[in-house]
């Protein structure tokens, strides 16, 4: 802490003209050179789970404003009402790299409304679907947004790629239809129209999963408590029907960006489904559940370390991880505490897989909302063929990392393509949609 008053930081705060050196972290948010070095400050050992929207912090040798309610490790100084990001502008950032940006003092601030909050699924001029019951962390999603991580916004998307897909892929939908994905406790739904349906990842027990289903107008499909993995995902034949912002269906809740009206899903809400490809479905037939297994408990991951191997590299490759509750689709959060590392590098680029190490040591495996870029050091990264299996696990899991090459990575992915194209290629042939395309 600094042995400075409030009135002392302020005026050194607003003193200089600062440089934007990146946005990122998540969409909007500036990282800021120039800050005088008496206001240098170390970033927070463990990271808050939630800081205030237009909130200004320093984190190291840099400042910055983080645009809406985000987790943040750098420490607080003051508020701004500046509107940041605007989904709606482009490019959606207010600031572009390159940029000057010199800070004002004034006495109040007026949050200006939230400007994601008019884009309404207006699509929705008809109701399939009625929300009885949200479940948790029910949301609408897709394959992801990609040409926006400049402006600080985030791949995305489902969490578990290869089960979306086969879900979309059982209804003869195109592989990036809007579908639903809930976390561990499934939503009740009930059905304005027949239609058929795919069940795919974490599921309860007694429902089935990875074959086509019919439901009839009127019915209710209540989804229960999944038995196993943490991600279940619902399609329906056609597709959900929401707005793309940015190029993308899928919802990203802390900008409140995309999906349906980017939040996840409450009671009352009502879904709009869109035209099937496939008009006439065989419901007799499933895909064997050995294609996409859900992750043993403990569930190995493969990891490519980063740089010279440290303690903390080998604690990670050696240690048994366990799961902790305040895990969510930014990271999975562990339990452990590994020797942390010395150097605190600049901000960096930091991908969905990319596993960081913040001053409390205890590791954080960023998932598919992760920020697209952070300040703690970087131990490694979970290959790409991995991530749909890390995004099953759930509180109390155990998790071991292993070592691996880039070749192998390579070579793992390219399994899972073919894998895919191969059950895509029967799954055409079984909904004649092979025939059509000759």
């Known amino acids: 802490s600094h042995a400075i008053d409030g009135k002392t930081l302020i005026q050194l705060h607003t003193e200089p003209e600062y440089l934007v050196t990146a946005i990122g972290f998540v969409p909007g948010f500036p990282y800021l050179e120039g800050l005088p070095e008496t206001l240098e400050t170390p970033r927070l050992s463990t990271p808050r789970r939630r800081v205030p929207a237009g909130s200004v912090g320093i984190g190291g040798s840099q400042t910055g404003v983080y645009p809406f ?26 600031l572009q790299s390159g940029d000057r940006v010199r800070f004002h003092e004034t006495d109040s601030v007026n949050m200006a409304p939230d400007p994601t909050a008019s884009i309404a ?15 948790l962390m029910t949301t609408v999603q897709d394959l992801g947004r990609s040409g926006f991580r400049s402006s600080g916004v985030p791949s995305g998307g489902v969490a578990d790629r290869v089960s979306a897909m086969l879900a979309n892929s059982i209804l003869g939908n195109p592989e990036n239809a809007a579908l639903l994905e809930y976390t561990i406790l499934g939503p009740t739904l009930q059905f304005q129209t027949d239609t058929v349906i795919a069940l795919t990842g974490a599921a309860d027990d007694s429902l089935a999963t990875l074959r086509p289903l019919r439901v009839r107008r009127g019915d209710t499909l209540h989804l229960g408590h999944a038995a196993k993995g943490c991600r279940g995902y619902l399609a329906v034949a056609g597709g959900i029907c929401v707005p793309a912002i940015l190029n993308s269906y899928s919802t990203y809740a802390p900008a409140k960006l995309g999906g349906y009206g980017g939040r996840p ?4 809400d009502q879904l709009a489904i869109g035209n099937p490809l496939v008009t006439s479905f065989s419901t007799t037939w499933s895909l064997n559940h050995d294609v996409v297994p859900l992750p043993a408990n403990p569930c190995t991951l493969k990891i490519l370390p980063e740089g010279p191997l440290s303690n903390a590299h080998h604690a990670i490759i050696n240690k048994p991880m366990h799961v902790t509750a305040q895990s969510d689709r930014m990271g999975i959060r562990f339990r452990e505490t590994l020797p942390p590392l010395s150097a605190t590098p600049l901000s960096r680029a930091v991908l969905p897989g990319t596993i960081q190490l913040p001053p409390d040591g205890r590791p954080i495996l960023l998932l598919c909302d992760a ?26 899991d155990t998790v071991c990392f292993s070592e691996t090459t880039l070749a192998e990575a390579h070579r793992l992915l390219r399994h899972q393509h073919n894998m895919l194209a191969t059950i895509q290629q029967g799954i055409n042939h079984t909904l004649g949609l092979a025939e059509k395309a000759e």
Do not use: K, M, S
């Not at 309610?69 to 207010?94: E, K, M, Q, S, V």
């Not at 899903?265 to 009352?268: A, C, E, M, V, Y």
């Not at 979970?382 to 991530?387: H, T």
């Open 371 to 396: 920020q697209t870029i952070g300040g703690y050091p970087v131990l490694g990264h979970l290959i790409a063929a991995d991530l749909p299996r890390a995004a099953q696990l759930r509180p109390g």
């Open 69 to 94: 309610d985000t987790p943040g490790g750098w420490h607080l100084i003051g508020r701004t009402d500046t509107n940041l990001f605007n989904p709606i502008n482009d490019p959606p950032a207010l």
């Open 121 to 135: 699924p207006e699509c929705v001029t008809q109701t399939n679907i009625t929300i009885l019951q949200p479940g």
């Open 265 to 268: 899903l409450q009671t009352g």
